[in-house]
Nanobody
Framework: QVQLVESGGGLVQTGESVRLSCAAS????????MSWYRQAPGKQREFVAS???????DYADSVKGRSIISTGNAGNTVYLEMNSLKPEDTAVYYC???????????WGQGTQVTVSS
């Protein structure tokens, strides 16, 4: 199993930046990819960005060009830096991990990002 703990959310102004962190513990050597998702009030959870164990990244169109997903040197922390924040970026941001051989993904508890206009 893997445990995921997010941090770094908060209240920011439009145009500002935020850096979210997700610390993984447990079977981290089995992690194939880590991702960020978000869920705004009344909306479904949506994909934001992902990074594989090989370093390949992918981004949702809504954040592409103003977001960077990266991992720490030890490989057990994933970061999401989001710039030029907009009110529509307001959501709870969740960390996700996919493990080799696991039937289900692992999720963190989420961290709130609120962008005020």
């Amino acid at each position: 199993q893997v445990q995921l703990v997010e941090s770094g959310g908060g209240l920011v102004q439009t145009g500002e930046s935020v850096r979210l962190s997700c610390a993984a513990s447990g079977r981290i050597f089995s992690i194939m990819a880590m991702s960020w998702y978000r869920q705004a009030p009344g909306k479904q959870r949506e994909f934001v960005a992902s990074i594989t164990s090989g370093g390949s990244t992918d981004y949702a169109d809504s954040v592409k060009g103003r977001s960077i997903i990266s991992t720490g040197n030890a490989g057990n922390t994933v970061y999401l830096e989001m710039n030029s924040l907009k009110p529509e970026d307001t959501a709870v941001y969740y960390c996700n991990a996919k493990l080799r051989g696991a039937m289900n993904d692992y999720w963190g508890q989420g961290t709130q990002v609120t962008v005020s206009s």
